[in-house]
């Protein structure tokens, strides 16, 4: 079976949080997980930072999400944006076709939109 997980910002010390999402809206997005103690905490996190787990990790065993920013393979300087798009997690290009459908060998989570939106600027 496969994990579902979600990751946020939480909007009181724009930490992350991981975990199931729990209320979407425009304003607010709460992601709840049980803490060490089997308490159900939650967080109200930013819903534009809101990103869901691929299932997969990259070649450094880092979880990758969407709004992760990547890198593909040895010798290709792109940086790329996960995102789910059509029932499908990927790299995409303006008009929705995917460019890749990469594996954990061959990428490398280098930082994501929010924290590092420098990555995706074009020169």
């Known amino acids: ?9 939480r909007l009181d010390n ?3 949080v991981y975990g199931f999402l729990t209320c979407y809206t425009e304003k607010v997005a709460a992601i709840q997980h049980w803490d060490k103690k089997g308490n159900l905490t939650g967080y109200g996190t930013d819903p534009e930072s809101v990103g ?3 299932g997969l990790v990259d070649k450094n065993g880092k979880e990758i999400f969407e709004g992760d920013v990547i890198k593909k393979g040895l010798y290709n300087p792109d ?24 594996t ?5 989570v280098i930082g994501n939109i929010h924290d590092n939106p420098e990555l995706m600027e074009v020169e």
Do not use: A, D, H, Y
Request: aromatic letters at 18%; one cysteine or more; charged letters at 25%.
């Open 1 to 9: 079976m496969r994990t579902i997980k979600f990751r946020g910002k």
């Open 104 to 108: 954990e060998e061959c990428v490398e």
């Open 79 to 102: 940086t790329l944006k996960v995102e789910f798009l059509n029932g499908w997690f990927g790299v995409f290009n303006e008009g929705g076709t995917r460019l890749l459908q990469f």
């Open 14 to 16: 724009g930490e992350w």
């Open 52 to 54: 869901q787990w691929t």
